[in-house]
């Protein structure tokens, strides 16, 4: 017992022994300078009155009971030393027995822990603080075992999951759409073997009642005494940065549609190097887009141009905003060099000055606009060699017509000839007649119609070869005529002219009026009582109006109807519009065309 | 002797019936008609003369047209100034005609010739003057 006692006062631990009432019977050297008691102090006095105040842990209470049962107890004890000061120790109480196995008293050693509790303590409380403050945080801040439990969730996580109350002990695999659960253990294993900070894994989370939303997880790992007990992280919802990025994303590929499908080509061109091109763009010059992504532009500029797309390239680099629309030649990747139509502005691009460039290839349009001209040049081509073919069978058309109206005009003349020679003697003869009858009976008279009867036959004689005659000097025959027949027919004819003088310069073939009346005369009865009335006028349509009142003979003289065809076909031979006749109920209407005097 | 004049002309009616006057004062001109109708009134109320002077073309019609209307059983001259074809025609059939302007000893010829001629029976035939009417006039 002695050597044990001289070891007891020796080490550095404390040790004292109580008896089974938790009295104390023995304390060592230590024991006192670690307490501030001396064996006066406690000797015989209970464990639980003196040195026990306050209950800080439930470990106390804890250490007298199972040493009341008679075991062993291990733990960590909060302690008031002498001076009122506490102190953390470790202690080993150990229930020792007599033969029978009844317990007779405790050994119990202490060692001083109060330098390493004050570091646990510290923590202890930042982790308080650190918990404080997670609550507080609007993310979602979760804490997981190494077996996947969730072992914290903060108030926002709580409320982000939708949850009643803490999910504390359930699995963090819970929180994740299943479908990212393989990730999400890929993700945590490598977070813990490697020892780093995951940072953005995106998930789906899943909340209590099931709802689904887009996550972001920053993680890492717990450590405890260098050894990793869990990861610990921020989950942020992300649904409205999803939102955006989607809308975002939605509005670009409409853009970058728009843009790829574009006719013409589109370049972002920034501190000189391509930064975009498009389909359209890498069909123009022949090169992929690989070989004009961040290279210089200028290499496909045709060396005569280069200077001034330089010189606008770095004016709008210096951010200088304009646009300009000019032509310019581009060199494809096959050498050739296409003329090309340049629209650019001032953009920005990645937050920096940039080119927004349209490009349209005109030689296509150059070549369409050539293509047409070529055309255009065949057709007229083709429209000269048909002018001419028209011309040619319309000058033989025009030839046969001549000779045509050549041969009709002869057998005209000649028909004119015959039907004059048939007139005159008529006519001669008729008059002969009365100028017989008048020498005796009319002397005066006779005179007056000799007189009439030689300008009508002066008349004849000088326009029978005449195509056309004023109408002024027709009617003065005409008068000359009328003079003769009225006297020929005395009170059975009335002819009334009507024509006023401004239209007495208008054209006519000679005799034809006289025609007309000779032939209404043939034609028709005449009497004093129904005598016929011959009226000539001009109509609104410009032609000469030569009508009868119809009183048809009732035995008409088969007539060839040769005097009006006659007067037809010398209009005809001017080429003129011919004479109309038209017999109605009551008239016969001729309308001769008057003809302009050139 | 009686003598009816039928001729549409006033003055040339006038002047023949002077020359017959002239010619022979004691020749009746029973009358001088201008028209087939007026003809045809004419000869259905009086007595048929000795000789007609007859011209052909008259206001209203052919003078031929008279023959379907009254039986003329008298002799007749026809007068024409320029039927020369119808007077062609007469020639050939032996009919009389005289050429206007008449002259007086062609008249004087004619009057002479029917002066003292017995009155024929049968009326003249007026589809004789058919193939006159119907040849074609210029």
């Given at each position: 017992?002695?050597?044990?006692?001289?070891?007891?006062?020796?080490?550095?631990?404390?040790?004292?022994?109580?008896?089974?009432?938790?009295?104390?019977?023995?304390?060592?050297?230590?024991?006192?300078q670690?307490?501030?008691?001396?064996?006066?102090?406690?000797?015989?006095?209970?464990?639980?009155?003196?040195?026990?105040?306050?209950?800080?842990?439930?470990?106390?209470?804890?250490?007298?009971?199972?040493?009341?049962?008679?075991?062993?107890?291990?733990?960590?004890?909060?302690?008031?030393?002498?001076?009122?000061?506490?102190?953390?120790?470790?202690?080993?109480?150990?229930?020792?027995?007599?033969?029978?196995?009844?317990?007779?008293?405790?050994?119990?050693?202490?060692?001083?822990?109060?330098?390493?509790?004050?570091?646990?303590?510290?923590?202890?409380?930042?982790?308080?603080?650190?918990?404080?403050?997670?609550?507080?945080?609007?993310?979602?801040?979760?804490?997981?075992?190494?077996?996947?439990?969730?072992?914290?969730?903060?108030?926002?996580?709580?409320?982000?999951?939708?949850?009643?109350?803490?999910?504390?002990?359930?699995?963090?695999?819970?929180?994740?759409?299943?479908?990212?659960?393989?990730?999400?253990?890929?993700?945590?294993?490598?977070?813990?073997?490697?020892?780093?900070?995951?940072?953005?894994?995106?998930?789906?989370?899943?909340?209590?009642?099931?709802?689904?939303?887009?996550?972001?997880?920053?993680?890492?790992?717990?450590?405890?005494?260098?050894?990793?007990?869990?990861?610990?992280?921020?989950?942020?919802?992300?649904?409205e940065?999803?939102?955006?990025?989607?809308?975002?994303?939605?509005?670009?590929?409409?853009?970058?549609?728009?843009?790829?499908?574009?006719?013409?080509?589109?370049?972002?061109?920034?501190?000189?190097?391509?930064?975009?091109?498009?389909?359209?763009?890498?069909?123009?010059?022949?090169?992929?887009?690989?070989?004009?992504?961040?290279k210089?532009?200028?290499f496909?500029?045709?060396?005569?141009?280069?200077q001034?797309?330089?010189?606008?390239?770095?004016?709008?680099?210096k951010?200088?905003?304009?646009?300009?629309?000019?032509r310019?030649?581009?060199?494809?990747?096959?050498?050739?060099?296409?003329?090309?139509?340049?629209?650019?502005?001032?953009?920005?691009?990645?937050?920096?000055?940039?080119?927004?460039?349209?490009t349209?290839?005109?030689?296509?349009?150059?070549?369409?606009?050539?293509?047409?001209?070529?055309?255009?040049?065949?057709?007229?081509?083709?429209?000269?060699?048909?002018?001419?073919?028209?011309?040619?069978?319309?000058?033989?058309l025009?030839?046969?017509?001549?000779?045509?109206?050549?041969?009709?005009?002869?057998?005209l003349?000649?028909?004119f000839?015959?039907?004059?020679?048939?007139?005159?003697?008529?006519?001669?003869?008729?008059?002969?007649?009365?100028?017989?009858?008048?020498?005796?009976?009319?002397?005066d008279?006779?005179?007056?119609?000799?007189?009439?009867?030689?300008?009508?036959?002066?008349?004849?004689?000088?326009?029978?070869?005449?195509?056309?005659?004023?109408?002024?000097?027709?009617?003065?025959?005409?008068?000359?005529?009328?003079?003769?027949?009225?006297i020929?027919?005395?009170?059975?004819?009335?002819?009334?002219?009507?024509?006023?003088?401004?239209?007495?310069?208008?054209?006519?073939?000679?005799?034809?009026?006289?025609?007309?009346?000779?032939?209404?005369?043939?034609?028709?009865?005449?009497?004093?009582?129904?005598?016929?009335?011959?009226?000539?006028?001009?109509?609104?349509?410009?032609?000469?109006?030569?009508?009868?009142?119809?009183?048809?003979?009732?035995?008409?003289?088969?007539s060839?109807?040769?005097?009006?065809?006659?007067?037809?076909?010398?209009?005809?031979?001017?080429?003129?519009?011919?004479?109309?006749?038209e017999?109605?109920?009551?008239?016969?209407?001729?309308?001769?065309?008057?003809?302009?005097?050139? | 002797?009686?003598?009816?004049?039928?001729?549409?002309?006033?003055?040339?009616?006038?002047?023949?019936?002077?020359?017959i006057?002239?010619?022979?004062?004691?020749?009746?001109?029973?009358?001088?008609?201008?028209?087939?109708?007026?003809?045809?009134?004419?000869?259905?109320?009086?007595?048929?003369?000795?000789?007609?002077?007859?011209?052909?073309?008259?206001?209203?019609?052919?003078?031929?047209?008279?023959?379907?209307?009254?039986?003329?059983?008298?002799?007749?001259?026809?007068?024409?100034?320029?039927?020369?074809?119808?007077?062609?025609?007469?020639?050939?059939?032996?009919?009389?005609?005289?050429?206007?302007?008449i002259?007086?000893?062609?008249?004087?010829?004619?009057?002479?010739?029917?002066?003292?001629?017995?009155?024929?029976?049968?009326?003249?035939?007026?589809?004789?003057?058919?193939?006159?009417?119907?040849?074609?006039?210029?």
């Open positions: 017992m002695e050597k044990f006692r001289l070891v007891l006062e020796q080490v550095t631990d404390s040790v004292f022994i109580l008896n089974k009432n938790l009295n104390f019977e023995y304390i060592n050297p230590s024991f006192t670690l307490s501030g008691y001396t064996e006066n102090d406690v000797l015989n006095k209970s464990l639980i009155d003196f040195i026990y105040v306050g209950k800080i842990f439930e470990s106390d209470t804890h250490l007298i009971e199972t040493l009341r049962k008679g075991e062993k107890w291990q733990g960590e004890l909060l302690s008031i030393n002498k001076m009122d000061n506490s102190y953390w120790v470790n202690v080993i109480a150990t229930p020792y027995k007599d033969e029978k196995g009844n317990v007779e008293g405790y050994t119990v050693i202490q060692q001083n822990i109060t330098e390493q509790h004050g570091i646990k303590e510290a923590l202890e409380q930042s982790l308080q603080k650190f918990r404080e403050l997670t609550e507080m945080l609007p993310q979602t801040v979760y804490e997981m075992d190494l077996n996947g439990i969730q072992t914290y969730l903060n108030q926002a996580g709580i409320k982000a999951f939708r949850y009643q109350s803490s999910p504390i002990g359930s699995s963090a695999f819970d929180f994740i759409a299943h479908e990212d659960h393989a990730r999400m253990k890929e993700n945590i294993q490598k977070s813990i073997v490697e020892n780093i900070f995951t940072s953005g894994n995106e998930y789906t989370g899943v909340r209590a009642d099931g709802t689904r939303f887009p996550v972001v997880v920053y993680g890492a790992p717990i450590f405890d005494k260098n050894k990793v007990v869990g990861t610990r992280g921020i989950i942020i919802d992300i649904s940065r999803k939102a955006m990025e989607n809308a975002l994303r939605e509005s670009e590929e409409k853009y970058r549609a728009l843009i790829e499908k574009a006719y013409d080509g589109i370049i972002i061109v920034q501190n000189g190097l391509f930064k975009f091109t498009n389909e359209a763009f890498c069909e123009m010059t022949q090169y992929p887009e690989i070989e004009l992504l961040e210089p532009f200028i496909t500029i045709a060396e005569e141009d280069r001034l797309m330089s010189d606008y390239h770095k004016r709008r680099m951010g200088e905003e304009f646009q300009s629309i000019y310019t030649h581009i060199v494809r990747k096959d050498g050739k060099t296409i003329i090309v139509e340049i629209n650019s502005r001032t953009t920005e691009f990645n937050g920096e000055s940039a080119v927004f460039v349209v349209r290839d005109l030689t296509r349009r150059l070549k369409t606009e050539e293509d047409l001209l070529s055309t255009q040049k065949e057709l007229k081509i083709l429209n000269v060699e048909l002018e001419r073919r028209i011309e040619d069978s319309s000058k033989k025009n030839i046969a017509k001549t000779q045509l109206i050549t041969l009709q005009k002869e057998n003349q000649s028909q000839d015959v039907l004059k020679q048939q007139v005159n003697p008529h006519f001669l003869f008729n008059s002969l007649n009365v100028l017989t009858s008048l020498i005796k009976l009319e002397p008279l006779a005179e007056k119609f000799s007189e009439h009867l030689s300008k009508v036959y002066r008349y004849v004689l000088e326009n029978k070869d005449n195509e056309l005659v004023d109408l002024n000097t027709e009617l003065k025959f005409l008068d000359a005529y009328i003079f003769l027949l009225k020929r027919f005395v009170n059975k004819l009335n002819v009334n002219i009507d024509i006023p003088e401004s239209k007495r310069y208008y054209q006519v073939i000679p005799l034809a009026l006289q025609l007309l009346i000779e032939n209404a005369i043939k034609h028709n009865t005449m009497s004093k009582s129904n005598p016929l009335q011959i009226d000539i006028f001009i109509d609104k349509q410009n032609f000469l109006n030569i009508v009868n009142n119809l009183q048809e003979r009732p035995t008409q003289i088969i060839t109807g040769i005097g009006l065809k006659n007067i037809q076909n010398r209009y005809l031979l001017l080429n003129n519009t011919i004479p109309v006749f017999k109605t109920e009551t008239h016969f209407i001729t309308k001769v065309p008057l003809v302009k005097n050139d | 002797m009686k003598i009816v004049i039928v001729e549409d002309e006033v003055y040339a009616a006038r002047r023949l019936e002077n020359m006057k002239d010619y022979d004062p004691e020749i009746i001109v029973a009358a001088k008609l201008e028209s087939v109708s007026e003809s045809i009134a004419w000869f259905k109320a009086y007595e048929e003369p000795d000789l007609i002077f007859l011209d052909i073309h008259l206001e209203d019609d052919l003078s031929f047209a008279i023959f379907k209307e009254v039986p003329i059983c008298c002799s007749i001259v026809f007068t024409t100034a320029t039927d020369e074809l119808a007077a062609r025609a007469f020639h050939l059939k032996g009919i009389d005609y005289l050429l206007k302007p002259i007086q000893n062609d008249l004087q010829d004619m009057i002479k010739k029917y002066k003292n001629q017995p009155k024929s029976q049968i009326p003249v035939n007026p589809d004789i003057f058919n193939e006159i009417i119907n040849q074609k006039q210029p």
